[in-house]
């Protein structure tokens, strides 16, 4: 029998993952754990093992994607490897020092302009570049950009797997458990 009690708090921790999600914490986790633990008070039956690790492999996809698509794209736009580290650790940075003042789109923001700026610099810095002051701007904003562009992406499929992981959760554990 359904706990509505249960299927309350997961809701409630399900939107709570969305928004968590949206600013580029680990909301997607928080979903499946609510996920495995509604369907640990039902006996693994209203969700069930199968949907579970499939809960948990699009969680991981998302926060691999969320994390990576910076590096990824900055990389594309002609980053080294270096600008490709500056863009991740600026977007972090970024995150952490926008949402201080701004908590909810400071985060966002925080993450795009760290990502931009953590190339930008680490390529205009590099110490191997036998480019002029010139061609390392360029260069710099090419992958300033680029590591801006993969942080959104990744903010985007992050937002969507929290979505999915979210209804995913609350659907099945609406619908009766298959026999």
Same mark, same amino acid.
């Given at each position: 029998?359904?706990?509505?009690?249960?299927?309350?708090?997961?809701?409630?921790?399900?939107?709570?993952?969305?928004?968590?999600?949206?600013?580029?914490?680990?909301?997607?986790?928080?979903?499946?754990?609510?996920?495995?633990?509604? +369907?640990?008070?039902?006996?693994?039956?209203?969700?069930?093992?199968?949907?579970?690790?499939?809960?948990?492999?699009?969680?991981?996809?998302?926060?691999?994607?969320?994390?990576?698509?910076?590096?990824?794209?900055?990389?594309?736009?002609?980053?080294?490897?270096?600008?490709?580290?500056?863009?991740?650790?600026?977007?972090?940075?970024?995150?952490?020092?926008?949402?201080?003042?701004?908590?909810?789109?400071?985060?966002?923001?925080?993450?795009?302009?760290?990502?931009?700026?953590?190339?930008?610099?680490?390529?205009?810095?590099?110490? +191997?570049?036998?480019? +002029?002051?010139? +061609?390392?701007?360029?260069?710099?904003?090419?992958?300033?950009?680029?590591?801006?562009?993969?942080?959104?992406?990744?903010?985007?499929?992050?937002?969507?797997?929290?979505?999915?992981?979210?209804?995913?959760?609350?659907?099945?554990?609406?619908?009766?458990?298959?026999?």
């Amino acid at each position: 029998m359904l706990n509505a009690g249960l299927l309350l708090a997961l809701i409630l921790v399900a939107i709570l993952g969305i928004f968590l999600a949206a600013l580029q914490l680990p909301g997607t986790w928080l979903i499946l754990a609510a996920a495995v633990g509604f +369907d640990a008070c039902h006996h693994f039956i209203r969700i069930g093992w199968k949907w579970l690790v499939a809960l948990a492999v699009v969680a991981l996809v998302a926060e691999v994607a969320d994390s990576l698509f910076a590096i990824a794209f900055a990389r594309r736009a002609g980053a080294s490897r270096r600008a490709a580290i500056g863009a991740l650790i600026g977007g972090f940075a970024g995150m952490f020092l926008f949402s201080l003042p701004m908590p909810v789109i400071g985060t966002i923001a925080g993450g795009v302009i760290g990502c931009f700026v953590g190339a930008f610099l680490a390529e205009l810095t590099h110490p +191997d570049s036998a480019l +002029d002051t010139a +061609d390392r701007l360029s260069t710099g904003a090419r992958s300033g950009l680029g590591a801006a562009i993969g942080r959104i992406a990744g903010l985007i499929v992050k937002l969507a797997a929290a979505f999915v992981l979210a209804g995913a959760a609350i659907g099945l554990a609406i619908l009766p458990a298959a026999k």
